[in-house]
């Protein structure tokens, strides 16, 4: 299993202001990648219960959508 942390997602296309999410992606041996998006400034108690994870296929790149 591998994770791939990012740096924080950022508005390219509006102003030029970052965006207050973070996301890890986990690459795991035979099963879906999955993508978890939290957000930036959350504490150690909110991180438990501020955050979304999406399998493989429910998600594209940004890179394929532009």
Known sequence: MATTPHSPLSGSDGPDVAVGFEHVTVDRDGRPTECTIFPRDCDEDEILT?????????????????
């Open 50 to 66: 501020h955050w979304i994870t999406a399998s493989e296929g429910s998600f594209v790149s940004l890179e394929e959508m532009r």
